[in-house]
């Protein structure tokens, strides 16, 4: 059996967690403890009024250096964590790790459509205050290749296939000609359904797990405009942040492509909710 791309090189269960916490940050020896999330990227813990991240693998130890570094600068309209418990390895654990004050939200799946009218103009917003953000010194500039549509095209095809789902290959064919990715600002990198967080009235509060934070095209932050909003938000997040159609149709690739990976996890891992969102997603992306 193929070992699944998400699957953890380090386990943080509770008693390393606990040992974790504990032991490098003495105020929370006793304090409860409970599981919040678990990821391609990390394991968070939450512990009251803080959540601690743990990566479980080592790719992603340069990603977590690089938010240590990067968010807690960012002044945004919506909010994103703020590392201030900063862990180092410790036996049984190789990797850093941080603690940041919890952020209330949820995952935006299963919004009604009125929901999803009103969050274009927040969403376009925080993106355009967001990539109007100097991106400093030492960040790479779109390390995976989020924009590299040669790249991106094959594996979506791919995946969409397994998913049983039909290629838009219009817009793939249109996307295949576009020119090389702009190198563009501060970008999150990776912003997907998971990534944001909503309030129960589904408004948004939340950016989160910024783990991708690099310089790119604003493009490669476009994804939520075709896969969770509706004809009317997305002109409501235009007026809010004037984007090129170029910018957009390198969105629409990587909506569908984040919707892709994001119901094949689902699908594996028992995530029904996610799942359907995510199909819906590609639905809406086509």
């Known amino acids: 059996m193929t070992t699944p791309e998400w699957a953890a090189e380090v386990v943080v269960d509770a008693a390393l967690a606990r040992r974790?916490?504990?032991?490098?940050?003495?105020?929370?020896?006793?304090?409860?403890?409970?599981?919040?999330?678990e990821g391609w990227d990390n394991t968070v813990w939450r512990s009251g009024g803080w959540v601690f991240r743990f990566p479980r693998r080592e790719v992603v130890v340069p990603g977590l250096r690089r938010e240590i570094a990067v968010l807690p600068g960012l002044e945004l309209p919506l909010a994103v964590p703020r590392p201030e418990l900063i862990g180092e390895p410790a036996h049984g654990f190789p990797f850093p790790w941080f603690g940041a004050r919890f952020l209330p939200?949820?995952?935006?799946?299963g919004l009604g459509a009125a929901q999803r009218d009103r969050l274009g103009r927040p969403l376009g917003e925080f993106l355009?205050?967001?990539?109007a953000h100097?991106?400093?010194?030492?960040?790479?500039?779109?390390?995976?290749?989020?924009?590299?549509?040669?790249?991106?095209?094959?594996?979506?095809?791919?995946w969409l296939a397994e998913l049983g789902?039909?290629?838009?290959?219009?817009?793939?064919?249109?996307?295949?000609e576009l020119p090389p990715p702009a190198r563009g600002g501060l970008a999150h990198g990776d912003l997907h359904l998971r990534h944001l967080l909503v309030d129960k009235a589904g408004a948004p509060t939340a950016v989160i797990d910024w783990i991708d934070v690099c310089v790119g095209d604003p493009g490669i932050d476009l994804p939520l405009y075709w896969c969770l909003l509706t004809p009317a938000a997305r002109d409501d997040f235009r007026a809010a942040y004037p984007v090129t159609d170029d910018q957009l149709l390198r969105g629409r690739v990587l909506a569908l492509f984040l919707c892709a990976i994001l119901a094949r996890y689902a699908?594996?891992?028992?995530?029904?909710?996610?799942?359907?969102?995510?199909?819906?997603g590609i639905r809406r992306s086509a």
């Open 20 to 37: 974790l916490v504990g032991g490098q940050f003495p105020a929370f020896a006793d304090a409860p403890l409970e599981l919040l999330s």
């Open 128 to 131: 355009r205050a967001l990539h």
């Open 267 to 280: 699908r594996a891992e028992g995530f029904p909710a996610l799942e359907a969102e995510a199909l819906a």
């Open 165 to 176: 789902e039909p290629a838009p290959e219009d817009i793939l064919a249109a996307a295949l």
């Open 134 to 158: 100097h991106p400093g010194q030492g960040l790479p500039v779109d390390p995976i290749g989020r924009g590299d549509m040669a790249k991106r095209v094959p594996m979506l095809r791919e």
């Open 105 to 109: 939200g949820r995952e935006p799946l």
